[in-house]
């Protein structure tokens, strides 16, 4: 059982990225998904999540209007797009279903 994220790096203020998260070795499609970040020195933070059909998403109040959580099941993979980045994005960015986690992709938000 594993989930993967990719998709990190390094990008100016105001920039995007797409991250991706693999599944593997469970029924991705039965769960929740949820994208958590952590950032040095502060605590893990909920940055959005997408019901099991795709239609219900909610998001943390620092990143709505700029990210966009989605899914597709048929691949078993979660997707956050991350738009208008600022510094206060960086983080290690997580994902999450049912008990499982990945290891976290680095999202540096720098000029």
């Known amino acids: 059982v594993q989930l993967v994220e990719s998709g990190g790096g390094l990008v100016q203020p105001g920039g995007s990225l797409r991250l991706s998260c693999v599944s593997s070795?469970?029924?991705?499609?039965?769960?929740?998904m949820r994208w958590y970040r952590q950032a040095p020195g502060k605590g893990r933070e909920l940055v959005a999540q997408?019901?099991?059909?795709?239609?219900?998403?909610n998001y943390g109040d620092s990143v709505k209007g700029r990210f966009t959580i989605s899914r597709d099941n048929t691949k078993n993979t979660g997707y956050l797009q991350m738009s208008s980045l600022k510094p206060e994005d960086t983080a290690v960015y997580y994902c999450?279903?049912?008990?499982?986690w990945g290891r976290g992709t680095q999202v540096t938000v720098s000029s």
């Open positions: 997408i019901s099991v059909n795709g239609l219900t998403t």
């Open positions: 999450n279903a049912h008990v499982y």
């Open positions: 070795g469970f029924a991705f499609s039965r769960y929740v």
